[in-house]
């Protein structure tokens, strides 16, 4: 370390939290009283929900499912979804209540880490013995630095370096990083002669500029997720009347959409959100008796994804507009994919203002739009990706060797015990890289746990012990669903908080009585803190 890099190092807390997403705020919320120093890249907090939103933009859950356990929704019980911009103020009314902010450091954008903690001298710390193969993972805190930040401030860009020793990512999986589909030589965008842009560029612009760029315009829309969809709505409602242009959905993999939440006049929590439903699918850890049973309960794991697969076609023109998947719904539940459909979406394709593509695997430009492999071509003014984001690619271009080449395995997915520790990486946590059906409710919990394991209130298993553990999850998620890669929890959501509750101390059942146990979906305020004290079975 140069003597210049000393002068301007600042060891100001012992924790250091990277982002001010919602997941960034609940970490700093449970760990306040460490005083820890959140860095947040912008000018406010909120994360994807303030700078990755589009107008359109509404939660994909009903609010009484996306609440932290002790801030309640003003007008919970209101049906309807929550628009971006109420999102991001209950947000920060949370923040403001829970005195959260004064821990924040806006404009700061972390452009660099550096480990110095044991055989930091190294040009790679030894597999042999130290930290990345040893028995034990090790005290979070050790009373000196671990991880020294590089942190650019300001209009000057100012380098400040901070010393840490503990980190918490929160700069999650979206945002940021675009990814962005790869093209034969000469047929990229540059081929082009309209306007390309990802979804991320079009969700900085403000009212004008999205009508302007949509209005009177051939778009393409290359996508079909929630932000595809809601891109396709805002396009089809820009070119409203006779001078209005098609927006047309360039779809490579279909996913099942559903219109609410209630299903053949069911609410859709009987379906998988209950210990009863989730007693139907595998989870890691399992018993003998119940690898025994799953196989026998794959029938009725199928009957209910028909089901619901029955009311979605029935209800919705899926077959009209080819549109429907030919893998089971379930498929997309297990992996998070599940999309709630804005109202007028079939409404607008009806009208002839939102079309169709479908694509295979490749596809490229040529001067007046889109051309596909079976050389059919779509003429466009504008192109949006909405393609997704390399959240994973964000960490690494952080993080220094040999961390950076274990932030995944070679799967490609992130091994993160309880969705937050990564055994291989010394002092750091990662919160918000998992998903759930709520990732509000899902980043709650594992910060609870991730204070009281800070508090060594608990300690954690051998680093093979962990190792052993993501691999038996990554084989569940691969047998339920071929979109595996997103580590989502969904389908055995409950036992992984169940697990969660016995290594912090608490009972695993936090229902009243045995019928709401099995029955009654759960939601973030069936573990409140006022509940840790509930005795155990």
Known sequence: MSSD??????????IGIIGGGISGIAAAKELSSYN????????????????????????????CDFEFSDYPWPERDNASFPTH???????????????????????????????????????????????LNSTEYGSLLKGQPVWEVAVETGPSK???????????????????????PVFPRDKGPEAFRGEVLHAMDYARLDEDGTKNLLRGKKVAVVGYKKSAIDLAVECAEANQ??????????????????????IWGLPFFLFYSTRSSQFLHEKPNQSLLRNLLCPLLSPMRRAVSKFIESYLVWKLP????????????????????????PESFFSEADKGKIQFKRASSRWWFWSGGIEFEDRSKLEADVVILATGYDGKQKLQSLLPEPFRSLVVDSSGVMPLYRGTIHPMIPNMAFVGYIES??????????????????????????VLAMIGQVSQEMEVMKRATRFYKRHCISTFSID??????????????????????????????????????????
């Open 5 to 14: 890099h000393e002068q301007t190092l600042v060891w100001k807390s012992r």
């Open 241 to 262: 009347g006779p001078e209005g242009q098609p927006c047309t959905m360039v779809i490579r993999t279909l996913h099942w959409t559903v219109p609410s939440y209630w």
């Open 318 to 341: 899926l077959v009209k507009y080819g549109l429907k998947p030919d893998h089971p719904f379930e498929e997309d539940y297990a992996s998070c994919q599940m999309a709630i459909l």
């Open 496 to 537: 992984h908080s169940d697990e969660l509750c016995r290594e912090m101390g608490w009972s695993p059942w936090r229902k009243s009585n045995w019928l709401s146990e099995a029955f009654s979906p759960y939601s973030s305020q069936d573990y409140a803190d006022q509940k840790v004290n509930k005795k155990n079975d």
């Open 158 to 180: 100012t380098i400040q370096w901070y010393a840490f020793e503990f980190i918490v990512m929160c700069i999650g999986k979206y945002g940021d990083v675009p990814k962005m």
């Open 36 to 63: 820890p120093t959140v860095f947040e890249a912008t000018g406010s907090i909120g994360g994807v929900w303030e700078h990755c939103s589009f107008a359109s933009t509404r939660l994909q859950t009903p609010r």
């Open 85 to 131: 911009v109420e999102i991001l103020d209950y947000l920060r009314g949370y923040a403001a209540h829970f005195d959260v902010l004064k821990y924040v450091k806006y404009n700061s954008r972390v452009v660099e880490i550096r480990y110095v903690g044991e055989h930091a001298t190294l040009a790679s710390p030894p597999r042999d013995h130290g930290m």
């Open 437 to 462: 059906v709520s990732n509000l409710h899902t980043a709650e919990l594992r910060c609870k746990w991730l204070a009281q394991l800070v508090n060594d209130k608990f300690k954690l298993p051998t």
